[in-house]
RNA sequence: GGGGGAGUGUCCCGAGUGGCAAAGGGGGCGGACUGUAAAUCCGCUGCGUCAGCUUCGUUGGUUCGAGUCCAACCUCCCCCA
């Protein structure tokens, strides 16, 4: 990690302080224009899935942060890169989007930022802007003769994200290579458009981030700033949020705020602190308190990490209710109504065959849940043990139930996989 | 345009002799141990009313039988132009 110096500006001291600094184009030139005025800056982000997931809640919260410190936050949707693919760090070219797949998912994706960033008209309000605006217009020879004519190719070769592909001789087409000429391109839109001085991004965006300054320099002689962050993982090193199992998104369609808390309050006593410092508000001295816990203590850190990074993103009701939910159930022991609830259709019957009216295996409710993918899976699951329905270990995947087997405090079944997972089951 | 090579269980990497639901990793999930932590050990990781069914870039063909052989096509890589 590049010397932090000692930043003189509100912002950056406590971006440092907050774990979010890795590195800054120009230090001491960023340090002063963030003292000396309102500074507007952006982050984009690109549409490819239907939601972000936490490996941008770090993008987002420089944001936030940016916006606390009085600045002006944009927040770009890359509706026009998307089109294009940035090819970074990825092994294969990913199939391209088709319009409305990339329209989709940038509506989507709007609503995650509400919570975020406060949008508005005011001097510091956050304002969003979709790259397709300006990117959808370009004219080819004109772009090629007022912008191509300043990126060098030698220079564009040696950027990491395309050393990368051609080292290990992966596939990476004309397309793609311009990814970076659209992103430089943006920055110098977004300075002539509102004055945007400032680019962030993770890390591995530097070199897209550089080629934009240096575009601006030449183009318009003004002199634009980058500020990156470090590439989050656990301490376990994996990468955060993106498993296999499934991105933690962070669209409360795709997850439930209550699987959100869930995802931080198991955070790895190893990361709290860190955590708590990106991804909260909760104040230095008291994070410091909480990381010096021990033992189970910890856990109570966990629970203030879990509500305070829920509570901004999907808002403090929601939290507190999941952080509720979440007491009542592994707490107390008792089935909280704030369990995810999944309905499911009892009005045939069985959905495998004439087994008997309105009746469900084990199998299939576990099934209905959710938490299988499959009948085989769900089957699988039951066998080894790891399934409970209403807080009772089964073992077979047969076993019937019927909707009278809902509880009354929920009317729902409980379904429960492994120690964690639970549903409430409510037959239609 | 010519020559050579490659595409495997849809998370990734990767063995594969004509009899394979297909070795082995990683990752993920579950169990034990714990503190809803980490580490460690064990198990699972295509679908199915368990008879079977469908997987190895695509489409045809040879064969009792093909991931494995043949042809064409698609995509990618390398060398030559």
Known sequence: MPETGDFKSEFLRNFVKRGHYYDCTDRDGLDGLLRKERVTAYIGF??????LHVGHAMQIMTLRRLQQAGHRPIVVMGGGTTKVGDPSFRNEARPLLSEEEIAANKQAILKSFRNFLTFGDGPGDAIMVDNAEWLDK??????????GRHFAIGRMLSMESVRAKLDYDLPFSFLEFNYSIMQAYDFLELYRRYGCRLQSSGSDQWGNIVSGIDLARRVENVQLFGLTTPLITTSSGAKMGKTAAGA???????????????FWRNTEDADVGRFLRIFTDVADDEIARLEKLQGADLNEAKKILATEATAICHGRKAAEDAAETARRTFEEGVTAA????????????????????????????????????????????IAEGAVRINDASISDPEKLYRASDAQPETGALKVQYGKKKIVLVKPV
């Open 46 to 51: 690109d549409c490819t899935a239907p939601s």
């Open 138 to 147: 370009l004219e080819y020879i004109p772009f090629l003769r007022e912008i």
């Open 248 to 262: 933690v998104w962070l669209n409360p369609e795709m997850r439930s705020p209550y699987d959100y808390w869930q």
């Open 338 to 381: 704030g369990l995810p609830v999944v309905e499911m259709d009892w009005s045939a019957g069985d959905i495998s065959g004439e087994r008997g009216f309105r009746e469900r295996s084990a199998a299939a409710i576990l099934k209905g849940s959710g938490l299988a993918t499959s009948l085989s899976d769900a089957r699988r699951k």
